[in-house]
């Protein structure tokens, strides 16, 4: 498996600790241990510019991610094919206002987003209500399921 990790930004990342939540998101949801996924972490300016281009909005967003290969969960019989799920792009300055209105740390707002994002790429969407519930209930399970790993 080839999870990159790269920090384009002044936000001093754990690197490893993304690297370990991806590890820990592909074998929850069945995805075959050789598939790649970028992770990418940005500033504001390179976050708005991806924000126009790719949505037509304006300003910077927390999170944007790039299938690349179409790839969907497995099973516990059967795990996805390898391949390439894609690139997630994150912006810490953004997730740092977001995590203090949370009321946690901007690390655990970025491994949340991240997880958003890694869902994204598995075909998990959030536009009709029924959607948003299935998505962001797997997303908090497999957060706090990673969270509690790590602490035991």
């Keep these: 498996m080839s999870i990159e990790v790269n920090n384009e930004s002044d936000y001093a990342v754990p690197e490893t600790e993304f690297v370990e939540l991806a590890r820990f998101v592909f074998d929850a949801m069945h995805i075959h241990p050789l598939t790649e996924l970028s992770v990418l972490f940005v500033d504001t300016d390179t976050m708005s510019d991806l924000h126009v281009q790719w949505m037509d909005l304006e300003g910077p967003t927390d999170v944007m991610s790039f299938p690349m290969d179409e790839l969907r969960p497995g099973t516990e019989n059967s795990v996805t094919p390898a391949g390439l799920l894609g690139d997630i792009v994150l912006c810490p300055t953004v997730a740092i206002e977001q995590a203090q209105?949370?009321?946690?740390?901007?690390?655990?707002?970025?491994?949340?987003?991240?997880?958003?994002?890694?869902?994204?790429?598995?075909?998990?969407?959030?536009?009709?209500?029924?959607?948003e519930k299935e998505m962001f209930a797997l997303q908090r399970h497999l957060l706090l399921t990673f969270l509690a790993s790590r602490s035991s």
């Design 101 to 131: 209105a949370a009321g946690h740390s901007t690390v655990e707002e970025l491994l949340l987003l991240t997880v958003h994002g890694i869902l994204h790429l598995l075909g998990y969407d959030h536009a009709e209500p029924e959607e």
